[in-house]
Each structure stands twice: as C-alpha cells, then as structure tokens.
C-alpha cells in the first residue's frame, strides 16, 4: 500500500504552526517513514500532484489569494485539518477587523506616524500583490473544515497525535494539557 | 436522623447538605463540581450566566439560586446540558472580542477553562466584532470591554465586599455593557486596585496594570488541571 499523502499551507500568521510541526524534533523521521508530502512550504513544492490524504492548514484568510488556496486544498484532500489560532478564529491578524478596511491601509500607508511626511505615500495597487478581503475570516468560515486544533501555535505533541490519530483511522481524543487557545 | 439535613442526589450520588444551601453550594461541599461562570463562592449568586444550569426532577434550573430539598434528583453532567454550557461558552467567545493568543490573562481565564473542561475546540459560529470601549483612564487598573462577558462579578463584590458601588450594568440585550460610576470614567471612581472587585473577573477585562504575563506559560492556573478540579480534589480526600 502506498503512504498517505500529506500536504500543508500557510495562510495569514506567521509561520509558528509550521515551525511547530518541525518542533517534533526526532519524530520527524519517523513521519518521513509514514507519509509522503505533496505541495507545501516545507518541501516548495507548489502544484499539487496527486490526490492528498491529509491537507494541514495554518493562518486565516485575509485576501483572494488565501481564499483561491484554501478552496484548492479543500477539492484535493480528503481530510482538511486547520492548526492554530488564525486559522479557527483570524487570531492576531483578525485585530484589524475592528476597524474598517479603508481606515487600516489609510493609517499603515497615509497618515501613520512613520510615513515620511503628508501627501507621499501610497495604498499598494499592484496587480501582482493580492487584493486584501474586507475582513480576516476563519478557515471554517469559508470551507468545510473537517477537524480543529487550537493553540497559538499548537504545540508538536498535539500535532503529533493528532496525526498519528488521523493516520491510524483513531477517534482524536487528546490530553487536556495539550488543547489550549494560546 | 436530625431534620436540619436534607438528603438528594446528583447524577445518582446522594448528597447530604443543610437545608439552607443552594444546590451548587452542596455540590461544591460534596466535591461535585457543576461547571458556572458568574457564580462565586463569596458572593450572593447572580443567577444570569445559566452555566450552572442542571435539571431538578427534568426541569431545567440555576444550581446557584435553586435551594436543595429532600429527594430531589439532580442532573448535572449529562451531554444535553454540557452541550448548552459550550453554546453558552460559544456565544460569549464570538460576542465578545477575546484574542487568547495575545491576552494576558490567558491560562487564568475561566472563560478559556471552561471551553477547554467542556471540549469546545474552536467556536465555529460567526464572530460578531462589536466595537467595545476601553477605559485605561485609571492610574492602577483598567477595564477592557472587549473581553467582559457580563458576569456581574465586579458589580456585586464591588457592592457586597467593598461597600462602594464601583460598577454596574447599563442598557439591555446585546447593547448590554458594564458601566462605571463616573462621567470621566474609571479615574474618578473611588476604585483602588487592592478591592475585591479587582479579583473576581473571570476574564481579563478588569485588570492590575504592569501585572501582565508575570507567570510562564505550563505554571498558569489551567495549564495542567482543568477548571473545577480544585473542588473535586475534596471529593477524593474525603
């Protein structure tokens, strides 16, 4: 039988997920045994190849680029994993949904007190960079998300077991120490 | 047997209790943790967060006003209403605007605990980003609406504990906040960061200023035990 298939994405955060998911320190050879990876940042790999088992994915969505991906992952993998805050609630980024969009690019790139002086600066509009979203919006909130892990970033044991689980066709039933928002 | 007991039972256990204590009260006596969120020992019981709901005989009611009776049978830790709990929880995550990642009273929060005992891994309903005032007017302490939950807690140990009348609640419904008596806001009160009040938040809307993060992460309260295994522990001593 072949090895399942693995891919993961990054969204809106800062990385700290994925650093977790190395965090697992010497197990990783074991993974590396387990499964195979398809597209993700840990092996630039950046098409998906073939059908996923197991998509992970971390940060919210914040821009179109964000959405088309996560929709992406979601027609490849069978099962849709979102890790960490931002993923299931925005998290940090998703402060800004306080204030109305408009507001935020004005102060960053306009009126905030580290641009130069009045009338220099611009709102970013280069086709090539993605159209920012109204809001922050969780994973779930704009595809079906099929299991959830908290933290900020989850720690490696809970994405440890919570693979090895998922693997293994196990209910995720995890330690209380290892569900945390933060 | 002396007729100042009453004789009952939760989830099948029989409970012995004065006739005089409310059923979370007897509960908390017996080691039996019911799950609660306004609720506190010290205080008189608010009775509007309906965390603490069980059902006496099949109906459904605040284990914090409701007084024990002989022979009633209680319900407490039952999927139906731990599912309510975690609406409960649920609904106030996504009213409020708590980001644990950031806050400092993330580990100690009772709000957090309670969605971590009550196995509530993310709330999934929409969150309502609610612009709620600050109020850091004050030299000592200040009071973050964005992470109130409506509790009560201040209100009443502000009245009850420290005779002055702090705080209160102003309009209704999902306009409700958390008022404090002054027009020039927290500064002009009589509030002094050693008052009860200050202690009771479940949350950290009201809090100690240059307090924050003072204890690491894996040694905060609810890092390794959940929320009511302090009472629990009585359960197995005695």
Redesign the interface.
Known sequence: MSKPVIATAHFTGCFGCHMSILDIDERILDLVELVEFNKSPINDIKNFTKPVDIGIIEGGISNDENAEILMEFRKHCKILVAIGACALTGGVPSMRNLVPLKECLEEAYLNGPTVKSENTGIIPNDPDIPVLLDRVYPCHEVVKIDYFLPGCPPSADTIWNALVALLKGEPLNLDYELIKYD | MSTNVVTFTIDGVEIKSAPDKTIIQAADDAGIYIPRLCYLKDLPPGGHCRVCTVKVNGRPVNSCTYPVAEGIVVENDIEELNSFRRNIIEMLFVEG?H?????EV??KCEL?AL??RLGL????M??L?A?KELDATHPDVYLDRNRCVLCGRCVRASIHLDKKNVFGFENRGINMKISVNSNDGLQDTNLSKEDKAMSVCPTGCLVVKRQGYLTP?GKRLY????IGSEIETKKVKS
């Open positions: 605007n980001f644990c990642p950031s806050c993330a580990g957090q969605a971590y891994l993310t709330p999934q929409p969150y980003y612009q992460v890092d390794k035990k959940p």
